[in-house]
């Protein structure tokens, strides 16, 4: 609208691809608790994950994350695209 007012990053997204994120939201949250550690083991055995005195949620079933390092931007033109 105003070009001259423009942040710096601003400039550098000028016709870029539109992003759309995903709703990552739980549906859902429920506390669990235990009396014993042994009860926390069979709970990680029956849902199949690792839990540890540090851990402070979980996605059931375990979410699969992808580090940044796997992603990739492609261009139509071919001159322009960034492969990681």
Known sequence: MFPEFENEWE???HSMPEFLQENTEPVQQIIVSFQTYHHVKMFAKMIDQNLTANTK???FPK???LAP???LYIDEDEENTLFI
């Open 11 to 13: 400039k550098e997204w």
């Open 57 to 59: 949620s979980v996605w």
């Open 63 to 65: 979410k699969e994350t």
């Open 69 to 71: 390092k796997y992603f």
